[in-house]
């Protein structure tokens, strides 16, 4: 059988995964396109599913009776609107992150969730389906590093446009580094606290760059996490945990290494894409296929849920300069690990 997905905003994830259901993922097609320029929508549409439809809003596209399933890639502020409509329609949907840009608008989604019973929503986090992250995932809960005390990590974009904001920081970028963590740790933040370096002379004018967030767990663990977005020398994602019997490092991704003229180097990548391109691909198969059996694994509206909450709590913590507490709505039994 195969899936019949429409897709909600033809921008650049947008495409890339209409061309990922189309020419990569097994048993899913794109029968629905639409953007808020239909003509882009068209554009993609002829480029990689000629056949499919270009409704005039993201509302038609999820009431067409063949669309069995909806992928939200519009720009974030509009996601929670089409969530809600999937749901109210009682059709799956896996959404970018975020799930909502507004922690109300993500909780308005869990309570709909929850009082559904069905789980239908996958938000867009796919550090998850990353090999690296599931091996260190498994290293440690297998008990290898016995129990974990702490994490280093660190976030590096070799640079970043003119629109970039303080407040990006943490919601673009930090955020996968908030929602993966949750999961690697299988814990939940209660505090954050952002302090900054020395200025790089790099950033744009209105950046402070870098920064460090530190988190508290409720299990006492404490995790760094540098973000610097001007580093100038390529995209760069760190990990390192640290347990009470040893440190386990996510390992980088494969390069050739070349030995000349008494030097030792490999590249370093410049572009999230590449970074993680895997991790999307494994990442919207595991989507269509847990449509198909009824039952999704991915990131939930829970997940979008905590995220949300904790990457509002780091912007006030790069304003306050404090501790901030990260308080969370009781979990829904419905979401129950
Ligand atoms: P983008 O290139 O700006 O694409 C967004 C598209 O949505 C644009 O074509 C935009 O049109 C359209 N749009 C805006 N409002 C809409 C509406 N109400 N209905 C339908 N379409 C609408 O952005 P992007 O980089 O693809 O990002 C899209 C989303 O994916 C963001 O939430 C982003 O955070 C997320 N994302 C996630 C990852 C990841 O690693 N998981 C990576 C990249 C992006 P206009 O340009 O005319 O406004």
Redesign the pocket.
């Known amino acids: 059988m195969t899936l019949k997905i429409g897709v909600?905003?033809?921008?650049?994830?947008?495409e890339d995964h209409t061309r990922r259901c189309m020419q990569v993922v097994s048993g899913a097609e794109i029968v629905a396109i639409?953007?808020?320029?239909l003509a882009?929508a068209r554009e993609v549409a002829d480029k990689y599913a000629p056949d499919a439809k270009v409704p005039e809003s993201?509302e038609a596209l999820i009431a067409l009776p063949e669309v069995e399933a909806i992928i939200v890639?519009?720009?974030?502020g509009?996601?929670a609107q089409y969530v809600l409509e999937a749901l109210k329609h009682g059709k799956y949907v896996f959404c970018?992150?975020?799930l909502a840009t507004e922690a109300e608008d993500c909780r308005k989604i869990v309570e709909t969730e929850a009082a559904l019973g069905r789980r239908l929503v996958q938000v867009?986090f796919?550090r998850p389906y990353d090999s690296g992250y599931r091996a260190l995932k498994k290293l440690i809960d297998a008990g290898e590093i016995g129990e974990v005390l702490m994490v280093h990590a660190a976030h590096r974009n070799a640079r970043v446009g003119e629109n970039y904001t303080i407040q990006m920081s943490v919601t673009?970028t930090l955020v996968h580094e908030l929602d993966v963590f949750r999961w690697m740790l299988a814990d939940d933040y209660v505090s954050a606290q952002v302090v900054f370096p020395r200025r790089t002379s790099k950033a744009l004018p209105h950046m402070r760059d870098p920064q460090i967030i530190m988190l508290e767990t409720r299990k006492g663990i404490r995790i760094d996490v540098e973000v610097f977005v001007n580093c100038q020398y390529g995209y760069d994602i760190k990990c390192a945990v640290v347990g009470e019997l040893g440190e386990a490092i996510l390992p980088l991704p494969a390069a050739v290494e070349v030995r000349k003229s008494a030097k030792q180097s490999c590249e370093i990548m410049t572009d999230w894409k590449d970074r993680?391109i895997a991790a999307y691909d494994v990442e919207l198969q595991d989507f269509v296929d847990g449509v198909k059996a009824g039952k999704l694994n991915g990131a939930t509206s829970w997940d979008g849920y905590c995220a949300s909450v904790a990457a509002d709590v780091c912007v006030k913590a790069q304003e306050s300069g404090r501790i901030e507490p990260i308080t969370m709505m009781d979990r829904p039994a419905f979401y129950d690990r």
């Not at 639409?34 to 320029?37: A, C, F, G, H, L």
């Open positions: 909600i905003g033809a921008g650049a994830i947008g639409t953007d808020v320029n882009r993201g890639t519009s720009w974030g509009t996601h970018e992150k975020p867009g796919m673009d993680f």
